[in-house]
């Protein structure tokens, strides 16, 4: 079965009382079909169905939305640890499935944001966390010795545990090497 395409907008995330809530409209090969609400209180996620202008957006809301279970119906199961090293699988359903994309979703929306710094800055840390040092200008622009001598600085100061990394691709390409 041919892969959804599915777009997050207007995501808001807040502060509930056992975690992070967020609320956000769920659009399915480019119509809008669900608003996602999960309050943060530990429970299910909520799925709420758009209701459409006309019969016919309705039906193509109707449509997607069983394009949709479908697709996730035939997903191979999630697969966990609990931690005792037994694997344990659970079946998709569309609250795993759309919290899963979410997180897809914000950690390409994060990426992007590194990859943008990464023209202009030294970046350093994980993919849940990072700093940088910003030259305000392409790194082609600043002199390499100073490029490897901040890079090295960041990666003494920062990056001794493993835990955190250089995020630069672009500073082999610029003569910076570790």
């Not at 929306?109 to 910003?134: E, M, P, R, W």
């Amino acid at each position: 079965m041919k892969k959804l395409k599915i777009q997050f907008k207007n995501i808001k995330y807040f502060e509930g009382m056992e975690g992070t809530g967020v609320n956000a409209d769920i659009h399915i090969n480019g119509v809008k079909c669900l608003f996602m609400r999960d309050s943060g209180d530990g429970g299910e996620t909520d799925f709420d169905i758009y209701k459409g202008k006309d019969t016919i957006q309705n039906e193509t809301i109707v449509f997607n939305l069983k394009l949709a279970d479908e697709y996730i119906d035939q997903l191979t199961p999630h697969s966990y640890n609990i931690g005792n090293g037994e694997k344990h699988y659970l079946k998709y359903d569309r609250s795993l499935y759309f919290n899963e994309m979410l997180e897809v979703h914000e950690e390409e929306k994060q990426q992007k944001k590194i990859d943008k710094l990464c023209k202009t800055s030294i970046v350093f840390g994980n993919k849940h966390a990072y700093g940088y040092v910003n030259f305000k200008r392409p790194l082609e622009n600043v002199d390499v010795n100073i490029l490897k001598l901040r890079a090295q600085e960041l990666r003494n100061k920062y990056c001794t545990t493993g835990e955190m990394s250089i995020l630069n691709k672009n500073l082999t390409i610029l003569g910076v090497t570790f």
